[in-house]
């Protein structure tokens, strides 16, 4: 058998729905992709592992390799993709479609479409002498939990001395982004008739000493911390929704507030937690009420790699762009804790991913295509 074409592979991922969410009914397996992946990199010649997550839902990571060796280079990508907004989408999400220049639909750019681009850039360089393995992974959840990459962590299986992360960054090399933390606070306090104050505890007037306490916080983090090689080059602490109480004229009896926190590089995601934590107790004694901190789900850390990495300084070369930074969040941390020097560069652009009307720019495809094979040829083939 003949591997498909670049859009015909790009059009089965898109049909295979893989939406990853925190919402159960959005949430679904992985396998169709996961499946698709593995028969095409087999007729290729990679041994494929597929490893299955621990959850009720099946769920998938696979690791493709072609080679041996304790260097060479991964290239990645999750295989799960946002909810759709049903109605927007000028065509069906689920089917891949092009106009004007562009290939839509849902995980084109944000990441479905990569691999169909490293597929057909490979396919005629995998009978050449491999000195080093080339690895192809494909993760699960990474929309949601991570959990694809955190188990891979776990499991300490992935061994490779370079990786290339293909997230959309409009071909721009990254070596950098901050970390992201979600959490809740949750303030317990007494309910009662509002007409006497006496007969219960106010949660909510505790929490506002909670918001001027994180408030405060967040200022001494800003004046702390800067990293100039970013946009918003200090941390940020976003207070981001509040909840409590249920009628006018009754004592609040319980509020909770859900904020975020993004680090720098750099930055302990573990030690701005405890720092928080460490406050928390004074305002619950002082106010009477009893306050708990709730993680929301487990943290991503903050992600660099030195910009005197080869990787870099090659893709760097290649793109003719110098290395920059995002705000968003990847698996590049979790590959870095493998022991990878690791970069994120893709095609299409952030600002068509978790969007209606999805695409992939066409023009992107062959640049893009061209990378991938100057990176194999290094790290690979050359090594």
Known sequence: MSLPTLINMM?????????????????????????????????????????KLAGPLEKYNLVATLG????????????????????????????????????????????????????????????????????????ADEESSMNGARALVESGKLKARYALIGEPTSLTPIY???GIMMERIRVTGKSGHSSNPNLGNNAMDAMHAVMSELMSFRQELKAQYQNADFAIDYPTLNLGCIHGGDSPNRICAGCDIDFDIRALPGMSNQALIAEIEQ?????????????????????????????????????????KKKADTVAFATEGPFLNQMGMETLVLGPGSI?????????????????????????????CLEA
């Not at 893989?18 to 028969?39: H, R, Y």
């Open 11 to 51: 059009g089965q991922l898109i049909t295979a729905p893989s939406i990853s969410s925190s919402q159960s009914q959005w949430d679904m397996s992985n396998k169709a992709v996961i499946e698709l992946l593995e028969d095409w990199l087999s007729h290729l010649g990679f041994k494929c592992e597929v490893i």
């Open 68 to 139: 041996e060796g304790d260097g060479g280079l991964v290239l990645s990508g999750h295989t799960d993709t946002v909810p759709f907004d049903e109605g927007r989408w000028q065509s069906d999400p689920f089917t891949l479609t092009e106009r004007d220049q562009k290939l839509f639909g849902l995980g084109t750019c944000d990441m479905k479409g990569f691999f169909a681009i490293v597929l057909d850039a490979i396919k005629d360089m995998c009978q050449s002498p491999i000195k080093q393995p080339l690895i192809v992974l494909a993760t």
């Open 176 to 178: 950098a982004h901050k």
């Open 279 to 319: 406050r928390l107790p004074i305002i619950a004694e002082r106010t009477g009420t009893k306050i708990q901190l709730e993680h929301l789900f487990p943290d991503v850390p903050s992600f660099a790699t030195s910009l005197e990495s080869d990787i870099v300084k090659a893709c760097e070369a290649l793109t």
């Open 351 to 379: 600002d068509q991913a978790h969007q209606p009307n999805e695409y992939l720019a066409l023009d992107q495809i062959t640049p893009m295509q061209d990378l991938i094979r100057s990176l194999v040829r290094r790290y």
